[in-house]
């Protein structure tokens, strides 16, 4: 089973029944998280979480099946969740659904995979299986987003204010969920007893804006500003700022970055692709200049090489999170220097 980024909503109910497999893969890793949240959410009774991760499956390709098919320490249901790189898991999922016997819901959220990768075409014409890929939204969607999620919480908010939401949370679904649940609490909003929101409500619960958001911080690594790094870093320290949601905005730049990279193919007109792009809608018009900066300095094999290097990293603080702050500080430096002699 197949779903696109635009119709999962609206299949992630029958697929929560149906599947026993889901991979989500594509540049955008928030949206990928939030779909494998979302199913999650739908399954009648999770249970326990166990996590996995695609390089130890890599290694180990039969111990996903024995997991899945194993019982809760508890004796209760479970689910497994993996994250993973391209095809890691595609051993460990094709001994999964070959194999005999009832197994537990298995989710797989794939970075750098798409839905021409091997684990898809493993998955993708199975009943038993759903594959969704996700790309980097836009303003405009996840605004439209927002206003969805503002409706089910029972907030009423016109454009303009989902549209803050939005920028506030660096296009970041889940960021932009959280901010529309502290929204529901602060005004005390249900289906039932629908609130107005408005922008002093918003102020009120501190939500997050791009100035004292990730952005200032995505721009002056990824643009080589140096100078400005130092102050970036204490301010992300000061604002306890969490590393994982820092590293996932230089994510989600990067694979805009790769987006438009491969528009623009061999040609060299930057400022006339992101014109267009503008006038479509598809770039905020406050980001054109960091986008064409960050694009005349990370192209073709510069720009995978920094791609690998965040999923690095993202490795890296998931396994020392006592250490988080540390290790993205002394990495962000590291390809500041790079972008700062690529032009």
């Known amino acids: 089973m197949k779903a696109t980024q635009r119709d999962f909503n609206g299949t992630a109910q029958k697929a929560a029944r149906q599947c026993k497999v889901f991979f989500f893969c594509g540049p955008d890793e928030a949206g990928a998280s939030a779909a494998a949240a979302k199913i999650v959410e739908l399954l009648d009774d999770p249970g326990e979480r166990i996590e996995l991760s695609g390089s130890n499956l890599r290694k180990d390709p039969v111990s996903l099946g024995d997991e899945a098919r194993s019982s809760s320490l508890f004796g209760g249901n479970r689910h497994l969740y993996v994250r993973a790189s391209g095809d890691e898991a595609h051993d460990a999922l094709k001994n999964l659904v070959e194999g005999e016997g009832e197994a537990c819901p298995v989710i797989v959220v794939a970075t750098s995979a798409t839905d021409k990768s091997r684990t898809a075409k493993l998955l993708i014409k199975r009943d038993d299986a759903l594959v969704a890929m996700f790309w980097p939204p836009d303003l405009s969607s996840v605004s439209a987003s927002v206003r969805t999620m503002a409706d089910t919480a029972g907030l009423r908010l016109n454009g303009d204010i989902a549209e803050r939401i939005a920028r506030g949370a660096g296009l970041d679904v889940r960021l ?70 820092v590293l996932l905005a230089f994510e989600r730049r990067v694979a805009q970055l790769a987006q438009l990279s491969a528009k623009l193919g061999g040609g060299h007109d930057v400022d006339g692709l992101l014109n267009a792009e503008k006038q479509a809608h598809r770039v905020f018009w406050k980001d054109q200049r960091d986008l064409s900066n960050q694009l005349k300095r990370w192209r073709g094999e510069k720009l995978n090489r920094l791609t690998h290097r965040l999923m690095e990293m993202h490795r890296e603080l998931l396994a020392n999170s006592a250490a988080g702050e540390l290790l993205l500080a002394q990495g962000l430096s590291q390809i500041a220097r790079a972008a700062k002699g690529r032009r």
């Open 176 to 245: 932009a969920q959280s901010e529309i649940t502290k929204l529901a609490l602060y005004l005390d909003a249900s289906q039932q007893s629908p609130r107005n929101a408005d922008a002093e409500a918003l102020a009120a619960i501190g939500a997050t804006t791009e100035e004292d958001g990730f952005m200032p911080l995505v721009n002056a690594v990824l643009s080589g500003e140096t100078g400005k790094l130092a102050s970036e870093l204490k301010r992300m320290r000061d604002l306890s700022l969490n590393p994982v949601g």
